[in-house]
């Protein structure tokens, strides 16, 4: 029998990229590929497949260095460099001409017959690069059309309940689940949806059958993900009060103790949706709250909604709910039009709101958005002023909120440990974006710690968004529904 074909799979950008590679790493398997590291010099990969992003300026550049970096250690081993992900299906052939070290540049359309697609690239008869198109026009405006005019349409994310495997490919007790692709929503400086699609959301029997199985391979929190998690539900039937329907059947999985919601959109928080994320037993109190701004002025301009009493005021329903609840959001500064008393009013939102974590982004043109071809561009220099401005008040104030948790109980996902120390994170922080916890020796010590398990500790000190607990207990997972409920 020959070997196997093996192919090594890099990632670039968002959750919802890790979730794609997985479906990926499934696809290849299934079809008798073998998934290998990219240093394994003994199995060296037959192909290298990089799984870019496409979003902004700095991540296409980040996704560019790996194919470059990629193509180096192919020509070690004689392997072939493959481009998929966003930034190949937002650029395909025009890529592919600028970028000849890539061996072939795959859209979406590729990845149900991906192992072909590749065999082919390997025998020397590579497919056409992929020429981009609006993937919004691909798919019926209504979106009750949607989920059966989506089997005719490769959609990332959504082959699972067919029966794909998806691949673990790291490991650890969090995994991403997808709840949709796409969005329908139109801001200003944002090419999304014209490579991702409209939005269509995934059954929730699929959802639930994916945990189901995460659940028995160690995962311990699921992490949601999607464009717009708020929108999910929208185009199936009972419209769009499906997520939280569906949150406590996911917190009911078997192994599965935490389930986080990530990716919201302010203006379509439903109060039941606030309530359920906020006091289902077994849900993190997390709210991933996408402002962008505080200005109606500048929000408008984005082709958003909102404003500064608006964004208080569902802080302030929240924390009436659970008052350790964890915000956390974005904001773009230096938006075309924006004035002086626009980034004034943003920082009274921000000091008003006592947010745990909050990016700040600069503006920057992106191709094919409405906001590239707006007036009142302001300076670049500017605009990184007033990236540095904000996130100074942004640091002290998330070192003031860490400080105001000091004394609380959390409950603890352990996601490392070392020789004397461990860390992880508590219920309002999510992976990577949002600070970490570090444990320190208390009731149990940490040589009786291991990845995965869930301790209940107190909160001792704090740096910037990290906290230092002591742990006091393990929480079985019988009783953690009520500790994430009630904890930070």
């Known amino acids: 029998m020959p070997a196997p074909r093996r192919a090594a799979v890099l990632t670039l950008g968002c959750a919802r990229n890790e979730v794609d590679s997985e479906e990926i790493a499934g696809r290849l398997e299934g079809s008798g590929w073998e998934l290998v590291g990219l240093d394994d010099d003994e199995s060296p990969a037959d192909v290298i497949l990089v799984n870019t992003c496409g979003f902004v300026e700095q991540a296409k550049k980040d996704s560019i260095d790996t194919l470059l970096s990629a193509s180096d250690v192919a020509k070690e081993h004689g392997a072939k460099v493959v481009a998929v992900g966003c930034l190949a299906e937002r650029y395909g052939k025009e890529l592919a001409d600028s970028l000849p070290e890539a061996d072939a540049v795959l859209g979406f359309d590729s990845y149900p ?61 969090v995994a991403n689940v997808k709840l949709a692709s796409g969005c329908d929503r139109k801001c200003a400086f944002c090419a999304i949806p014209s490579f991702r699609g409209s939005f269509i959301s995934r059954p929730p029997d699929d959802v639930v059958a994916e945990a189901a199985w995460l659940g028995t391979q160690g995962v311990r929190e699921l992490v949601l993900v999607s ?29 599965i103790d935490v389930v986080r919601v990530s990716y919201l959109q302010p203006a379509e928080m439903r109060p039941d949706l606030i309530e359920a994320i906020a006091t289902t037993p077994g849900v993190a109190p997390y709210f991933d709250l996408s402002f962008q701004h505080a200005s109606p ?110 004394g609380s109980e959390v409950t603890v996902l352990v996601e490392s440990v070392g020789e004397g120390e461990a860390t992880g994170r508590a219920a309002h922080q999510a992976p990577e974006v949002d600070g970490e916890v570090i444990l320190l020796d208390g009731d149990l010590e940490i040589t009786e710690l291991a990845v995965g398990d869930l301790v209940r500790g107190v909160v001792t000190g704090s740096a910037g968004a990290d906290l230092v607990v002591e742990p006091l207990e393990f929480v079985p997972r019988s009783d953690l529904a009520g500790s994430v409920r009630g904890s930070g």
């Open 227 to 255: 464009e717009n998690s708020t929108s999910y539900g929208k185009d199936l039937p009972g419209g769009g009060r499906a997520l939280a329907r569906l949150l406590p059947r996911l917190a009911n999985v078997p192994g």
């Open 297 to 406: 002025t500048v929000l408008r301009r984005m082709r958003r909604f909102g404003s500064r009493p608006d964004f208080l005021d569902l802080c302030a329903r929240i924390r009436a709910l659970n008052p350790d609840a964890g915000i956390r959001s974005n904001v773009i500064v230096g938006f075309p039009g924006e004035t002086e008393e626009d980034v004034a009013e943003l920082e009274a939102f921000l000091t008003e709101a006592r947010l745990d974590a909050v990016g700040v982004f600069g503006y920057s043109d992106e191709d094919g958005t409405e906001a590239a071809g707006y007036d009142g561009k302001i300076d670049p220099e500017v605009v990184a002023e007033r990236v540095e401005r904000i996130t100074a008040l942004v640091d002290e104030l998330i070192n003031q909120r860490a400080e105001e948790r000091e």
């Open 113 to 173: 017959d991906l192992a072909e697609r590749l065999g082919d690239v390997l025998d020397g008869h590579a497919p056409a690069p992929h020429v981009p198109v609006d993937r919004r026009t691909l798919l019926p405006i209504s979106p009750v059309a949607r989920p059966a005019a989506a089997a005719e349409v490769a959609v990332p994310g959504h082959g699972w309940v067919t029966g794909l495997a998806r691949t673990r490919l790291k490991d650890g007790p």
